[in-house]
């Protein structure tokens, strides 16, 4: 009950005051962050011309004073018919499924072990975690070149060690891809799946074992089925914004490494088609809208849980 | 305390050296007196020369500094606010809708996020003449956006925390819900202000692809700079850049964390 007094009595801000603290964030993200997107689906009904902004004008005004709408769908055809686009979707949301899963089997064992440490180790574990988070993004896939090259670190000691005689070829693969998107995805898989199992009661597993369930089966019956909503949370965390990625694709992979994410920045920088950048965005948009909902209710199951 | 299995320690540790293996080996590289990766040289200091005589990497490291100073606190200030009105003001028009805009930017890829405020921008400066050309400006707007939903994340996790019982019992007392908000929210909330604060910082410091759509002439951020150049392949002067930001940082979150524990216990 003390959470709805306070409440209500924060309703006792003037009216006035109370609306401003409303409006200016919600009125920031509105402008800044809703409105965006109306403006891309516009112009992804726009023709590409040489002009500044390089896109045809929606609204045309008439010899006679009409308005004539002018709405160019050519930039969604081709997405249909250029084997390209088709390809490049198809391609991100494997690559993006197949490094969740990955980051899922690399992230449950660690949350697992952090989630049942003693509290010192825990904290320690928890801050080792989060501090490659803070260190720059872009830096820390560069170090992958380093060690991922044909003459890097990595071959250096096959080939020292005599477990190859030719030094393999990683970067500019899909492989380097998938090592760079696990890498960088990590501690958003582990952090979600940590605050699940931390909350695991013990005395389940006990009562699984005095059962006569050996752990094994204890896992799978009773520690995998209670943290489900920890794995949705943490793999759409992983997934959606893998789907859209740029840096990782352009610095490590090759140029068969076909991705949504580059197919945009190559659409806007190089073509500078705006428009089919545009269509190639409200696609990709349409792809993420069930990812997110699923990430929304995970975190709402969540929230409701721990409160 | 539960015993784990050796299988899920032996994954663990495996887990860390894949998190900790590139940065260090970053650091032991700024060092080397050789161009080549592979090739020890010996220990030279030489990539750290090299780089503050730089201007071009000064000049950027300068203007990301800016950046990510004004979008830190513009967005701690609107994060804030948005996670205020959302834990602690009961029912209002387009409280879902301030719910699920403060969250999407979290895993909204960035490519999207930069085309979509760049065509904004592009509108606005045709129908509004504001804001002329594009530059420190637009990039403070952008990465403001997505700061903000970090704070939010941040702060809305302390206030659900937090005691109300300290706001009800000075509201009890008589004081204006502006001076509430002042003297016992905003200093029970204060670590999360500072984690939110940094974390913005940080995240505004290291933003290539968002940038790189909403930059103008003359704006070139610190990643934009460092993504040029390694685009070309592995350049020393880099490694020694990395190795400052990752000392920097490590410095940072160590001293954060042990001045928050004794607030936590207390």
Known sequence: MTSLSVQSIFQRLSRYGRTLVIAVPLWWLIVFFLIPFGVVAKISFAEAVIARPPYSPLLEWMEDGGVAIKLFFENYVRLIEESLYIKAYWSSIKVAFVSTLISLLVAYPMAYYIARTNERRRNVLLMLIILPFWTSFLLRVYAWIGILKTNGVVNHILMSLGITSEPLVMMQTNFAVYVGIVYTYLPFMVLPLFTNLVKLDNSLLEASADLGANPVTTFFRVTLPLSVPGIIAGSMLVFIPVVGEFVIPALLGGPDTLMIGKVLWNEFFYNRDWPAASAVAIVMLILLVVPIMLLRNAQSASSEASS | ?266
């Open chain 2, 1 to 266: 305390m539960k015993k784990t299995s050796w299988f899920v320690a032996i994954a663990t540790t495996l887990g860390f050296a894949f998190l900790y293996i590139p940065i260090i080996s970053l650091i032991i590289y700024s060092f080397n007196k050789s161009k080549l990766v592979t090739v020890w040289g010996g220990f030279s200091v030489k990539w750290y020369g090299k780089l503050f005589s730089d201007p071009q990497i000064l000049g950027a490291a300068w203007i990301s500094l800016k950046i990510a100073f004004m979008s830190a606190s513009l967005a701690l200030v609107l994060g804030t606010l948005a996670s205020f009105v959302l834990v602690r003001f009961r029912r209002f028009i387009g409280k879902n809708l301030l719910g699920g805009m403060i969250t999407a930017p979290l895993v909204m890829p960035d490519v999207i996020i930069g085309l979509s405020l760049l065509l904004l921008f592009v509108a606005m400066e045709a129908t509004l003449g504001w804001p002329a050309g594009r530059g420190l400006t637009t990039i403070i707007i952008a990465h403001t956006t997505f700061c903000m939903a970090y704070v939010a994340v941040v702060v809305q996790s302390r206030l659900v925390d937090m005691d109300e019982s300290l706001e009800e019992a000075a509201l009890d007392l008589g004081a204006r819900p502006v001076r509430v908000f002042m003297d016992v929210t905003l200093p029970a909330i204060s670590p999360a202000l500072v984690s939110g604060w940094l974390l913005s910082f940080t995240l505004s410091l290291d933003d290539l692809v968002i940038a790189s759509f909403v930059s103008g002439p003359g704006a070139s951020t610190l990643p934009m700079v460092i993504f040029s150049k390694v685009r070309l392949g592995v350049s020393p002067d880099i490694n020694a850049l990395a190795t400052i930001i990752i000392v920097l940082v490590a410095i940072g979150v160590i001293i954060a964390s042990t001045q928050m524990k004794p607030k936590k216990s207390s």
